[in-house]
């Protein structure tokens, strides 16, 4: 009879098909980060380093670790968990509740994105609750987002703030700093915008889809002065 996977390697299974989505968004630092941690081969690493599409060298980074065994799991797993991850890809929050010997059934899912609108009533008292007819959103609140979105920054502003590609190099090209690049996107958004650019509406577009913000980074654009 086959020996059953250790408990490490299966949880980080069962979390596989989401991590490549969130980590296929920045794949080389993923894998530079796992490197300096050991938790690839020598070959492995040159092996995953060759690949060129970046869902691709997920896949078989994570096939490698899990090949390697509980150790090189778990370590996986702890990475994940890092503060840099984090910031990185904000959307690996749920790692953090990730615990060994979880079951499927009894894991702590994201909260629906369709239902988040009505979880926020538990998160911020409904006085609070800023509707569609605030003003502007203003710089500073533009620079506490800025600071909470990672890498996946081009995904954010193509696909939810539906910035062009190329004002998004534009914006590479002129800002050197992460922060400054995300802020100068923000600000790009918002004179697009107009008077459509209230706090709210912000909100709404990063509460939404896979690029999702954790709800405690953004949940502040909702609340009153």
Same mark, same amino acid.
């Given at each position: ?8 390697? !299966? ?6 098909? #989401? &991590? %490549?989505? %969130?980590?296929?968004?920045?794949? @080389?630092?993923? &894998?530079?980060?796992? @490197?300096?941690?050991? /938790? ?22 994570? @096939?490698? %670790? ?7 799991? !778990? ?6 968990? =890092? !503060?840099?991850? !984090?910031?990185?890809?904000?959307r690996l929050c749920f790692v953090k509740d990730l615990r060994v010997g979880m079951l499927p059934s009894g894991e702590k899912e994201i909260p629906s994105k ?12 409904? #006085?609070? %609750? ?11 609140? &533009? ?9 996946? *920054?081009?995904?954010?502003?193509? /696909?939810? /703030? ?11 090209? @002129? ?13 790009? *958004? ?5 008077? =459509? ?11 939404l889809e896979d690029w999702a913000l954790p709800p405690e980074n953004i949940n ?6």
């Amino acid at each position: 009879m086959a020996e059953e996977p250790a408990a490490e390697v !299966q949880l980080l299974r069962h979390q596989k098909a #989401k &991590l %490549i989505e %969130i980590l296929s968004a920045d794949a @080389d630092f993923v &894998l530079q980060h796992a @490197d300096a941690r050991s /938790l690839l081969s020598p070959h492995g690493y040159q092996q995953v380093k060759s690949c060129r599409v970046p869902s691709e060298k997920v896949t078989d980074l994570l @096939d490698h %670790i899990i090949q390697r065994g509980s150790k090189a799991a !778990q370590g996986m797993l702890d990475l994940l968990k =890092k !503060q840099d991850m !984090q910031e990185t890809f904000p959307r690996l929050c749920f790692v953090k509740d990730l615990r060994v010997g979880m079951l499927p059934s009894g894991e702590k899912e994201i909260p629906s994105k369709r239902n988040a609108a009505y979880e926020l009533q538990d998160l911020i008292p409904a #006085k609070r %609750i800023c509707n569609f007819s605030c003003g502007l959103v203003k710089e500073k609140q &533009l620079m506490s987002v800025a600071r909470t979105i990672g890498r996946s *920054w081009r995904e954010i502003g193509r /696909l939810a /703030l539906d910035i062009p590609s190329v004002k998004l190099e534009q914006i590479e090209e @002129d800002h050197k700093l992460h922060v400054e690049r995300v802020f100068a996107m923000l600000r790009y *958004w918002r004179t697009c915008q107009r008077e =459509k650019a209230t706090a709210a509406h912000l909100h709404s577009l990063l509460s939404l889809e896979d690029w999702a913000l954790p709800p405690e980074n953004i949940n502040f654009l909702l609340e009153t002065d």
